[in-house]
């Protein structure tokens, strides 16, 4: 007998229940029945509960994997970073530290510079600023080179100043730098007065010592320990009250009619970075009249006679 001749249709004893097609109308009104019903009744969220509540485990179990995979990459890529973000704060801190060395110099160099120009009113002279460039390389003489010379009009015999007193005077004059000796070489002198006891001398400079000496003092001066000298002016080169030396020693000798007194410098010369070139008081006073022209009239002509 052909295969399409026969009967597939099962035989009614195996037929059992509600057809497929009564079976998928009643689930599926089941299904938007307990749809409306948990949206409107909330009738399932206990069941749901319990099931995530089951299924929690082995959620957490299978996202272990996971976790693990981006905890590692994670890991390496925070490395990563922070190693970056420490070479970036290295340098930073090491851009700060010179920052704040520069700042540190800045803020000195700063109040060096206002002290300095407090002395300005105090100087009836013209000043001008200048900044020590070297030492001269001679270990004999105690001098310093400076950043002005003549084409700014620096003169020879100028004194040199800072913020806490005198440091020498200029002693050679080139274009564009100047010379200046200070007051501990052993060829400098500048007359001094004694502001406590207002009496005159000169102080010499003493490079053996990198100090001064105040000479020709008789045994019997009244000159003590702590006294501060300052310019006399009398010279016509230093200005007035300038502070130069502290005495530190005096030693009266029994078998000589001069004392020995010791002096150390108010202006440390080793630590002068800026300073002021002072006008000689010399420089300003009015020229002399001729002699002609100072004699009255009626003299002039008698001499003239003669």
Do not use: C, W
């Given at each position: 007998?052909?295969?399409?001749?026969?009967?597939?249709?099962?035989?009614?004893?195996?037929?059992?229940?509600?057809?497929?097609?009564?079976?998928?109308?009643?689930?599926?009104?089941?299904?938007?029945?307990?749809?409306?019903?948990?949206?409107?009744?909330?009738?399932?969220?206990?069941?749901?509960?319990?099931?995530?509540?089951?299924?929690?485990?082995?959620?957490?179990?299978?996202?272990?994997?996971?976790?693990?995979?981006?905890?590692?990459?994670?890991?390496?890529?925070?490395?990563?970073?922070?190693?970056?973000?420490?070479?970036?704060?290295?340098?930073?801190?090491?851009?700060?530290?010179?920052?704040?060395?520069?700042?540190?110099?800045?803020?000195?160099?700063?109040?060096?510079?206002?002290?300095?120009?407090?002395?300005?009113?105090?100087?009836?002279?013209?000043?001008?600023?200048?900044?020590?460039?070297?030492?001269?390389?001679?270990?004999?003489?105690?001098?310093?080179?400076?950043?002005?010379?003549?084409?700014?009009?620096?003169?020879?015999?100028?004194?040199?100043?800072?913020?806490?007193?005198?440091?020498?005077?200029?002693?050679?004059?080139?274009?564009?730098?100047?010379?200046?000796?200070?007051?501990?070489?052993?060829?400098?002198?500048?007359?001094?007065?004694?502001?406590?006891?207002?009496v005159r001398g000169v102080a010499y400079g003493d490079p053996a010592s990198d100090a001064m000496e105040l000479r020709f003092m008789a045994t019997n001066a009244d000159v003590a320990e702590?006294?501060?000298?300052?310019?006399?002016?009398?010279?016509?080169?230093?200005?007035?009250?300038?502070?130069?030396?502290?005495?530190?020693?005096?030693?009266?000798?029994?078998?000589?009619?001069?004392?020995?007194?010791?002096?150390?410098?108010?202006?440390?010369?080793?630590?002068?970075?800026?300073?002021?070139?002072?006008?000689?008081?010399?420089?300003?006073?009015?020229?002399?009249?001729?002699?002609?022209?100072?004699?009255?009239?009626?003299?002039?002509?008698?001499?003239?006679?003669?």
């Amino acid at each position: 007998m052909p295969l399409g001749t026969l009967d597939r249709t099962p035989p009614p004893f195996f037929k059992q229940g509600p057809s497929a097609l009564t079976r998928l109308m009643f689930f599926s009104a089941l299904a938007f029945f307990l749809m409306v019903a948990d949206t409107r009744l909330n009738i399932t969220q206990p069941l749901r509960a319990v099931v995530a509540t089951v299924l929690h485990p082995i959620q957490r179990a299978l996202l272990v994997p996971v976790e693990m995979a981006v905890s590692g990459s994670a890991y390496f890529d925070g490395i990563k970073e922070a190693r970056a973000h420490e070479a970036a704060a290295r340098r930073q801190l090491t851009e700060q530290a010179a920052r704040v060395s520069r700042v540190e110099l800045l803020e000195r160099e700063n109040s060096r510079l206002r002290a300095l120009l407090q002395l300005r009113p105090a100087v009836q002279a013209r000043t001008q600023a200048a900044e020590v460039l070297y030492d001269t390389p001679d270990p004999f003489s105690r001098r310093v080179v400076i950043d002005i010379g003549s084409t700014q009009g620096v003169a020879r015999g100028s004194p040199v100043i800072n913020e806490n007193g005198v440091l020498g005077q200029v002693t050679r004059v080139y274009p564009l730098t100047s010379e200046v000796t200070l007051l501990t070489d052993r060829a400098a002198l500048i007359p001094v007065l004694n502001t406590r006891t207002m009496v005159r001398g000169v102080a010499y400079g003493d490079p053996a010592s990198d100090a001064m000496e105040l000479r020709f003092m008789a045994t019997n001066a009244d000159v003590a320990e702590g006294d501060l000298l300052s310019t006399s002016g009398v010279d016509g080169v230093y200005p007035p009250g300038l502070a130069v030396a502290r005495v530190t020693k005096v030693d009266r000798r029994a078998d000589s009619a001069f004392a020995k007194i010791a002096l150390v410098p108010v202006a440390s010369p080793v630590s002068a970075r800026h300073v002021l070139v002072v006008q000689p008081i010399g420089a300003q006073l009015p020229e002399r009249p001729p002699e002609d022209a100072a004699e009255p009239g009626p003299a002039r002509k008698a001499r003239a006679v003669r």
